[in-house]
């Protein structure tokens, strides 16, 4: 399927996924997250009866302010505060590890949880850093290497960022019409609805191959005049890398170009996970051991191919627990976020996860 050239969008895809869905499905999660935390006043100490191993992953570091000005996806940051509460509630009820720890020792007792990153972002550095130094905390960073090369954002980010900044400078009514489905106009017009619509439409593209996508970027891009935008300045360095990995951090790969790798041949798979881990290998001059997948999204072919491509571990975004069963190519991380993560609501989420 793809988009047509002319400025009128094929809007098919967009029935899919449409912003009035997005909003129910927002409206339920809110309505879930009061009713755990009511729950949660009556079982406050759960984990502590259901230990287990846990491996959290962290995208962006942001305060509220910030996340809504970067457009960010609810799912993909959370405040600063947050994090280091989340920290200090993690050594209270267990012991944080560095991830090759959690990985090797599965006969210590009691809660343990490792921490990581994903995509390299700067925020992670400024915000991040320094609550893990304070804490003695080694964490694992996975890291796309282009962006961290050119200090460009990959598309789905940059994207979100051009229509969120046309949004704000006076295209709203433009990109209403331009993104929304006919009829559904009304849900765009509060900032929630904006982002809902901007963040829907990057979900949608995502389901496109790759020149279908270009395409109907390009085609966004020329209906709405998207300027370039400062997209740039988000992404940490390689001195930064560097850094972190002097300081005992963990580096891994997260491809070479945030490709997602699902439905995609073998080939261009082993490119973007040899190429990634030699580009790495090369910057911090240490073994990369661990690939985390763009966007959480494998298959059989590129889970088959990270272990044949030198890599220890492949990790995947599902909130389980890890178990002795648990796949090299496909362990389990826990998705933390500020609309998820507060505690004790965090604490009942990890109670309640089964294992994979
Ligand atoms: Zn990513």
Not at 7 to 19: A, E, G, K, T, Y
Not at 63 to 89: G, K, L, R, V, Y
Not at 298 to 305: L, P
Not at 320 to 329: F, G, I, K, V
């Amino acid at each position: 399927m793809s988009f047509s050239t002319t400025p009128q969008l094929d809007r098919r895809i967009f029935r899919s996924c449409s912003p009035r869905h997005v909003s129910r499905a927002r409206r339920g999660l809110v309505q879930g997250i009061a009713r755990a935390a009511q729950l949660l006043r009556v079982t406050p100490t759960l984990l502590a009866t259901r230990p287990g191993r846990y491996i959290f992953a962290y995208h962006r570091i942001l305060t509220p302010d910030e996340a809504s000005q970067e457009w960010c996806h609810p799912s993909i940051w959370i405040s600063p505060e947050t994090f280091e509460a989340q920290i200090a509630h993690l050594q209270k009820v267990g012991r944080i590890v560095s991830l090759q720890s959690l990985l090797e020792d599965t006969t210590t007792p009691g809660n343990r949880f490792a921490i990581t990153f994903d995509d390299a972002w700067a925020d992670n550095y400024r915000y991040a850093l320094p609550v893990l130094e304070k804490n003695r905390i080694q964490a694992c960073f996975f890291v796309p290497t282009q962006a961290v090369s050119t200090g460009e954002l990959f598309w789905t980010e940059r994207l979100a960022l051009q229509l969120g900044h046309a949004a704000s400078s006076g295209s709203a009514g433009a990109l209403i019409d331009t993104l929304c489905i006919p009829g559904e106009q009304a849900i765009a017009t509060s900032p929630a609805g904006m982002l809902a619509l901007v963040l829907d439409c990057v979900e949608r593209l995502k389901l496109l191959s790759d020149a279908d996508r270009d395409a109907a970027i390009a085609d966004i891009a020329r209906t709405l005049k998207l300027g370039a935008g400062n997209t740039s300045g988000r992404v940490m360095s390689w001195d930064q890398i560097r850094e972190l990995h002097r300081l005992g951090h963990e580096i891994g790969s997260h491809t070479r170009t945030h490709r997602i790798l699902q439905g995609v041949d073998a080939e261009t798979v082993d490119r973007e996970l040899q190429d990634s881990k030699t580009e790495i290998e090369r910057e911090i001059g240490a073994s990369v051991r661990y690939f985390c997948y763009p966007n959480a999204r494998y298959d059989q072919v590129s889970a088959a191919r990270v272990t044949a491509c030198g890599y220890e571990r492949g990790f995947r975004m599902h909130n389980l627990r890890m178990d002795a069963a648990s796949q090299p190519a496909t362990v389990p991380r826990f998705s933390v976020a500020e609309v998820n993560g507060r505690i004790p609501l965090l604490d009942w989420r990890l109670a309640m996860s089964g294992t994979g």
